[in-house]
């Protein structure tokens, strides 16, 4: 599946099918088509996959860092950490799928459409989290502010992808800390590094 995924990511969803993945593993066709009767069952499983490697690459990491500006600082390294890595060659696989899937209805939709709504949703909590504690000011807009880390993760991956420059990762991981309050933090951690 890890291979569907990757291919998924260089030629879409709609682009991936069963000869191709076959061909990737080299595999016969048939030897496939018992794992998935259709094409839309490989884009599903496909979809399921990614979700799955982006949680243990993206999202364990946040779920372990503290609470709040914490979390949202760890989720963000990771997935700049999991472009950094190369896990897939076209970059972030729901970054291309929304876009190619999100005027074709369907199930394939349906299955990103949640993923996408529940990363949005886990940003948004660790805003709400991080206003709580008080380390964002009172009045910070959870909304917003979801909508500008998903904005910045979106151009790293779009930057990284076209250019493959490490210094657009970096520069993302600045603009994240800067923006909730944690430049230090980036200081830091480029000594680290």
Same mark, same amino acid.
Request: aromatic letters at 8%; proline letters at 4%; a negative charge.
């Given at each position: 599946?890890?291979? *569907? ?37 490989? @884009? ?26 914490? @979390?949202?600082? *760890? ?35 349906? @299955?990103? *459409?949640?993923? @996408? ?77």
């Amino acid at each position: 599946m890890r291979t *569907a995924v990757s291919l998924a990511t260089v030629d879409g969803l709609e682009g991936l099918s069963i000869g191709n993945l076959a061909n990737a593993l080299d595999m016969s066709k048939s030897g496939l088509y018992a794992h998935f009767g259709s094409k839309q069952e490989l @884009q599903l499983a496909t979809v399921e996959a990614a979700s799955h490697i982006f949680e243990s690459q993206v999202i364990r990491p946040a779920l372990a860092a503290p609470a709040g500006v914490g @979390q949202l600082v *760890a989720l963000c390294d990771a997935f700049f950490d999991y472009l950094a890595q190369r896990t897939f060659p076209g970059g972030c696989f729901f970054a291309g799928a929304v876009l190619e899937m999100g005027t074709r209805p369907g199930p394939v939709k349906e @299955q990103i *459409a949640a993923f @996408q709504d529940g990363f949005t949703a886990m940003i948004r909590q660790f805003v709400v989290a991080a206003v709580e504690r008080q380390q964002l000011p009172e009045d910070e807009q959870p909304d917003a502010l979801t909508f500008e880390i998903g904005g910045i993760i979106l151009a790293a991956n779009t930057s990284f992808v076209l250019h493959e420059d490490m210094a657009t990762l970096d520069m993302a991981r600045k603009i994240v800390r800067r923006r909730v309050g944690r430049e230090s933090v980036a200081a830091s951690r480029d000594r680290i590094d």
